[in-house]
């Protein structure tokens, strides 16, 4: 409905749960009260390091949370994702100092009552179990004082934020200018000129195929695959489940203490080595869902460089419970380009696709020509039908945008969309008016939306100002996991 507002809207949602959320709900105050093992530097903040290994372990805190797993901890874009909110976080408590805000104790008092855990420890009489109370703190390695201490600081985090994000519009008109606009509607028709119908004039020659392929030989690869053996232990329904966990130790202990072959696992377990040929990183044609290699640790780790270079097993992977997996790569096959004749029947395919979008889109510059000289001619365009910002239809993205900026002194116009892979649409827009009944939970939604905005763009100016007091530098960037760099 509202696409501008839409665009942004989950930005905002992301900075409120970041920082409006209070980070400290009973379970994890060592962002602000820790100190973390001086590894490389990524970050610093008023002098301050954020470490690799700090977003290491913030990273693992943040996908237990949520339930992750461990795989997802470990990657690029996740750690960044955290490494920012560790950032901000810092940048925060920068300006919560610098400023010297302070909380009653009364707020104090109330923020502490809301939390679920804390109202679970009075009794039905109302008394408070201050036993309990500390047992539940030391139990999360604190006392007292840092509990209280970090309470407080969140609180002077969410006066912040919230002194922030209560920003108001100048004027209640523009939200209304705003909506208006978005209820402006124009009648369009449309002219497609479609890569399908050229096709019949192409008929590339064999020499134009041939230099396609060599300026593309990218498109023409074999994807790299590798030959695999590996070995599953699973769980006899009617085996100990304390007997099997100790297998499932020896399975795991063997295939690693001795990583240049499963042999000696297998023998030591009596299991058969499977092989399997052609594994890419989309899997092998044939193997059926819940098959071993069809896991995504599993084929990860046979992709990763140690695999691959120096042949190792990987590290035992639980697939499903009471199924365990190891295996090895045998061989590897790089990417290798396709020889001309196997790929020949694609390289035509390709090149008459793209040789009659080509006619396509010339076609419809040509018409488009001709009806700026005679804009009154809509022979060939489709019946006329009505679009708007709240309601167009099946037109979005630059189609839309290009109707609907459209100068309406000077209609009728016509306008031409270039759609890749398809060809291109002449759209012609002959009048324009103002819908009617306008709808005021729509107009009040939106103003909402645009308040919001509003107040995240505030937010954005907010966090600028205090990255420069607090004289923030890049020191390092963050590195994937598999580089050699444990802390990223």
Do not use: C
Request: glycine fraction near 6%; hydrophobic fraction near 40%.
């Amino acid at each position: 409905m509202f696409d501008t507002v839409r665009k942004h809207q989950k930005i905002l949602q992301i900075v409120l749960m970041l920082f409006i959320v209070p980070s400290f709900v009973m379970f994890g105050v060592s962002s602000y009260t820790g100190f973390f093992d001086k590894e490389t530097d990524l970050v610093k903040v008023n002098g301050r390091a954020i470490t690799a290994q700090e977003v290491e372990n913030a990273a693992k805190r943040q996908a237990q949370r949520v339930g992750g797993s461990p795989q997802i901890a470990q990657s690029l874009p996740f750690r960044q994702a955290i490494l920012n909110e560790l950032l901000q976080q810092q940048l925060l408590g920068f300006a919560v100092n610098t400023l010297r805000l302070q909380v009653s104790k009364e707020e104090l008092i109330r923020s502490l009552q809301s939390i679920p855990q804390i109202r679970a420890l009075y009794r039905q009489d109302g008394s408070f179990d201050d036993v309990r109370f500390k047992q539940l703190l030391s139990s999360n390695g604190m006392n007292e004082e840092q509990f209280y201490a970090s309470q407080s600081f969140d609180l002077k985090i969410q006066q912040l934020v919230g002194s922030v994000a209560r920003t108001e519009l100048g004027s209640p008109k523009l939200s209304e200018t705003i909506s208006a606009l978005y209820e402006s509607e124009r009648e369009v028709q449309a002219l497609e000129f479609s890569a399908k119908d050229y096709l019949s004039k192409v008929n590339p020659s064999t020499q134009e195929l041939k230099d396609f392929y060599a300026a593309n030989t990218q498109l023409f690869q074999s994807p790299e695959y590798i030959d695999v053996e590996y070995i599953v232990l699973k769980l006899d329904p009617k085996a100990d489940p304390k007997a099997f966990a100790d297998k499932a130790d020896q399975f795991a202990n063997v295939t690693y203490d001795q990583p240049d072959s499963l042999k000696p696992a297998a023998d030591k377990l009596k299991l058969p080595i499977q092989t399997q040929q052609h594994l890419t990183r989309g899997g092998a044609p044939g193997l059926v869902n819940g098959h071993p290699l069809t896991n995504t640790k599993v084929i990860q780790s046979l992709f990763s460089d140690d695999a691959l270079k120096n042949k190792r097993n990987i590290e035992a992977v639980q697939i499903s419970p009471g199924v365990y997996v190891s295996a090895r790569v045998v061989a590897f096959h790089p990417a290798q380009v396709l020889p001309f004749e196997e790929v020949s029947a694609e390289i035509k395919r390709q090149v008459t696709q793209r040789a009659s979008e080509k006619l396509a889109t010339n076609a419809a510059a040509e018409k488009l020509a001709a009806l700026k000289a005679d804009p009154q001619n809509a022979a060939g365009f489709t019946k006329a039908f009505w679009v708007s910002r709240n309601k167009p239809g099946s037109l979005a993205g630059a189609a839309m945008d290009q109707i609907m900026t459209v100068d309406s002194k000077q209609l009728p116009a016509v306008v031409s969309i270039n759609n890749p892979g398809v060809g291109a649409t002449l759209y012609r827009i002959d009048q324009v008016r103002q819908a009617t009944g306008a709808d005021p939970a729509l107009h009040k939604a939106q103003a909402q939306q645009i308040q919001a905005l509003s107040a995240q763009e505030e937010f954005a100016g907010f966090m600028s100002y205090w990255r420069d007091a607090a004289n923030v530098k890049i020191i390092n960037p963050l590195k994937p996991m598999n580089a050699g760099n444990a802390g990223g």
